[in-house]
């Protein structure tokens, strides 16, 4: 499968908890960018990275919330100490080239539940 | 600051009539516009774009859209509707040259519902 992997598809955590998702990129692609999905409603942008770097996290909470794209491996959002507020569907997308005209493509998500 | 709106929550429509999904953007500059379709317990999948070009742009799936410059719309269109074309359809913006920022602006979505 070619397409981006996200894993695991479905996860619950209690309130305090860590949550990590984790997203492997189209293969030939290097950035990658993090929305999230609430109940009823549109994805909102949460953060672009490019391997190694994180160019725009203007749509990450300033807490708990971080992200990463090392070099080696799949990009990973972290969240700590998650509340009931946190609970969404989180999807990645992965582009060719940071100044492209390509579409993003999708992964079909995680959805994490918060008890 | 761009943005999408999607002006109905649901759209109905019978099986083999057209079919019209709207939406209006704001953004500074020439946009880049998406059309999405998001299946239940999916991720979006890509139907069309416009970046530059004719205004009429044909996707996957016998989709259409139209992007209006002076109406700064973009709504998608299918001639003839099929039942499997039910799902929610999300429209989405990016500037065409925005400095650091690449992300896109979503619409809130519209649920397509083709009735047999």
């Known amino acids: 499968n070619a397409g981006v992997m996200q894993n695991p598809r479905h996860l619950v955590r209690r309130r305090g908890q860590e949550a990590r998702l984790r997203c492997s990129p189209m293969?030939?692609?290097?950035?990658v960018y993090w929305y999230r999905q609430l109940p009823e409603e549109g994805l909102k942008f949460m953060v672009y990275?490019?391997?190694?770097?994180?160019?725009?996290e203007s749509g990450m909470p300033k807490e708990r919330f971080s992200a990463e794209f090392p070099k080696e491996g799949p990009s990973i959002l972290r969240i700590q100490q998650v509340v009931r507020g946190d609970s969404a569907a989180y999807f990645c997308?992965?582009?060719?080239?940071?100044?492209?005209?390509?579409?993003?493509?999708f992964g079909d998500g995680t959805r994490l539940s918060i008890l | 600051a761009q943005s999408v709106a999607q002006p109905e929550d649901q759209v109905n429509v019978a099986e083999g009539n057209p079919l019209t999904v709207k939406c209006t953007y704001s953004?500074?500059?020439?946009?880049?516009l998406f059309w999405y379709v998001q299946y239940p317990n999916r991720g979006l999948q890509f139907l069309l774009k416009?970046?530059?070009?004719?205004?009429l742009v044909k996707g996957s799936y016998g989709f259409e859209a139209e992007f209006n410059k002076s109406q700064t719309s973009f709504h998608l269109k299918k001639p003839s509707a099929l039942v499997s074309d039910s799902a929610l359809y999300f429209c989405?913006?990016?500037?065409?040259?925005?400095?650091?920022?690449?992300?896109?602006?979503f619409g809130s979505g519209t649920q397509l519902t083709v009735l047999p």
């Open positions: 953004v500074s500059g020439n946009p880049y």
């Open positions: 416009y970046i530059t070009g004719d205004n």
């Open positions: 989405a913006v990016r500037a065409f040259s925005s400095g650091s920022a690449r992300q896109l602006t």
């Open positions: 997308a992965s582009s060719p080239q940071r100044d492209s005209n390509q579409p993003q493509h």
């Open positions: 293969k030939g692609h290097s950035h």
């Open positions: 990275l490019q391997k190694e770097n994180i160019i725009d």
